[in-house]
Structure formats: structure tokens, C-alpha cells
């Protein structure tokens, strides 16, 4: 339930030196790889529709990488 699995867990750090976790989404997670680290990425939000755990819709944190 929740987020549709597999799915990347990506930490990015800001042009602010800030740490942030969330989900890289375009990537086909069988072909990621290390040479990932130091792309850069565009954030958003995504929300996540309530499901048994959470009855509530959440927003989550989502990258893309910048081409």
C-alpha cells in the first residue's frame, strides 16, 4: 500500500549545505547505479493517497534528475 514499490531512497544536499531524503523517480531501479551520486536533481512534492497505515494523505519528497 502507499508508494509503489521498488522504488530509489535518494539523501541530496542543497545549494543551502541541507540534507533531504526522498524518492528519485525516472530511474529504473535495476539499472541504478553509483554513478548517480553527484547529478543533479530536481525536487518536488508528491502526494501519497491514505492507505491502512495512514489514513491520511501525506506529501513526500521526490527528485528527478536534471538533464
Avoid: C
Amino acid at each position: 500500500e502507499g508508494m509503489k514499490t521498488p522504488f530509489i531512497v535518494a539523501m541530496v544536499r542543497t545549494d543551502s549545505d541541507i540534507h533531504v531524503m526522498g524518492n528519485l523517480e525516472g530511474i529504473d531501479p535495476e539499472t541504478a547505479s553509483m554513478e548517480l551520486i553527484g547529478k543533479p536533481v530536481k525536487l518536488a512534492g508528491k502526494k501519497t493517497a491514505p492507505d491502512r497505515f495512514s489514513p491520511f494523505v501525506q506529501q513526500s519528497l521526490v527528485f528527478t534528475l536534471v538533464e
